[in-house]
């Protein structure tokens, strides 16, 4: 649960950077992109799970 409190409060105050220094978000800017990065993750697990 650390992990999780900790990568959300860092992806917040990147998040937050790049928006103040006026630079392009470096992640998909759609749920549709973001939906992809999700996937690639859960298909690595499926597949490490299955092996």
Same mark, same amino acid.
């Given at each position: 649960?650390?992990?999780?409190?900790?990568?959300?409060?860092?992806?917040?105050?990147?998040?937050?950077?790049?928006?103040?220094?006026?630079?392009?978000?470096?992640?998909?800017?759609?749920?549709?992109?973001?939906?992809? &990065?999700?996937?690639?993750?859960?298909?690595?697990?499926? &597949?490490?799970?299955? &092996?």
């Amino acid at each position: 649960m650390t992990q999780i409190l900790t990568a959300t409060i860092s992806g917040l105050a990147v998040g937050a950077l790049f928006s103040f220094l006026k630079l392009p978000v470096p992640a998909p800017p759609t749920i549709a992109g973001v939906m992809g &990065v999700a996937g690639i993750y859960l298909g690595f697990i499926l &597949v490490n799970s299955l &092996v």
